[in-house]
């Protein structure tokens, strides 16, 4: 075979693997059909302003049960894990925060907070997360002004959804881990609480 | 000429490879129907020893689901991440001891389960949680999820295994088990196992 046409059939095997591994996500039923099915999304589209070892930027937002948040409440106090989630009503999303829920224990023995961000507003984010069971974390809404703190953390995409990223915080206001993973899959737990432990080391 | 002759076979280079391998890694389009029988499905020999026992299987290598040693193997297709499956979980338990108490289903009817884009992390993470006593196997790359239609979860497929070793699918459904005693009847009744 020809050069140029070992390039065709190499390009062909490449997209073909691509499409398969990237369009492929369990859901759960307990959203019905209720979930908005996007197309595969481009894996990142920000720059992070953040890095690790810098001071986490303090914020304040608005929680769904209620009140306002202020990160700054956990210094001294907890390690933090912000999970910005890009969207509500969306598939990865909506199978991703219900996993965190059953593993309260795994951040009680790391002395871990969980924070839930996403840009969409609270009743948005109310009918939402009613789907997910009683969640032990607070969900808060980047709604207003559009994505500030996303943005703060450079993990604001440019159609004004969030990245699907991952920031750990230590007890001393510090970043200690950053994961922006590809939009369209779903980060391991296990990356989440090997970090944690690794605070605690 | 020339050039247009070019990329006609690149075209056709593309189609063929195309054709031969999207065979191989697009999912089914489907979950697997009654009556039929499952698709090719390889899991990992459980490392601890009472899974082994429990399904009779050798002591490593791979296998395929209807060589489970069972007249009857219900699978369920769940996820860690699912709510659904999280709230159905104690149900499933009720479903497994109800056949364990049994000493005429004991040996007939096992269970499994398939975590659907599940790492072995994450399968353990849920059994330890809801202390599940039948084998969990990760499906950490969704291969598994794909050939079986991509499913939502739970979602469960019994299977009947015959003397010879062939098998059929006598149920496949989504959703939880919700009533262990319904469910297992029916699980009885279709599959026709007493």
């Known amino acids: ?201 | 000429m020339k050039t247009m002759k070019k990329i006609l076979i690149h075209f056709i280079a593309l189609a063929v490879c195309v054709f031969v391998f999207s065979s191989t890694v697009t999912a089914a389009k489907s979950p697997p129907l009654k009556g039929a029988i499952l698709p090719e499905i390889n899991l990992a020999v459980p490392v601890k020893d009472s899974d082994r026992s429990y399904l009779g299987l050798p002591t490593s290598g791979f296998f395929k689901i209807p060589q489970i040693k069972a007249r009857v193997v219900i699978i369920e297709i769940f996820s860690m991440y699912c709510p659904h499956c999280q709230g159905d979980a104690p149900d499933v338990n009720k479903l497994y001891n109800m056949i364990e108490g049994n000493p005429k289903l004991k040996n007939k009817v096992k269970l499994i389960g398939i975590g659907a884009g599940n790492s072995s992390y994450e399968v353990e993470v849920f059994a330890k949680t809801y202390h599940i006593p039948f084998p969990l196997f990760a499906d950490m790359d969704y291969s598994i999820h794909k050939v079986l239609g991509e499913v939502r979860t739970p979602y469960f497929i019994g299977i009947k295994i015959n003397n010879d070793g062939t098998h059929r699918i006598f149920y496949s459904k989504l959703g939880g088990v919700d009533n262990p005693d319904q469910f297992l009847d029916l699980m009885l009744r279709l599959s026709g196992v007493k």
């Open chain 1, 1 to 201: 075979m020809k050069k140029s046409n070992c390039f065709s059939v190499l390009l062909g095997i490449v997209l073909i693997f691509l499409l398969g591994i990237t369009s492929s996500y369990g859901l759960s039923d307990a959203f019905k059909d209720n979930i908005y099915h996007p197309e595969n999304l481009k894996p990142t589209d920000s720059v992070l302003k953040v890095k690790i070892g810098d001071r986490a930027p303090d914020f304040s937002l608005p929680a769904v049960s209620g009140g306002k948040i202020f990160l700054s409440r956990y210094l001294g106090k907890k390690n933090v894990v912000i999970s910005f989630v890009p969207a509500a009503w969306t598939p990865v999303c909506s199978d991703q925060w219900p996993g965190y829920n059953i593993v309260k224990g795994l951040f009680n023995k790391n002395d871990a907070i969980l924070l839930g961000i996403t840009v969409d507003n609270i009743p948005t984010l109310f009918a939402w997360t009613n789907q997910m069971g009683d969640l032990w974390f607070p969900v808060l809404s980047d709604f207003w002004p559009h994505g500030r703190v996303a943005d703060t953390y450079g993990v604001l995409r440019s159609d004004g959804v969030t990245e699907r990223a991952l920031f750990i915080i230590d007890k001393k206001g510090i970043i200690r881990y950053i994961d922006v993973h590809d939009i369209n899959k779903r980060p391991r737990l296990e990356s989440i609480i090997r970090e944690l432990e690794n605070l605690n080391k």
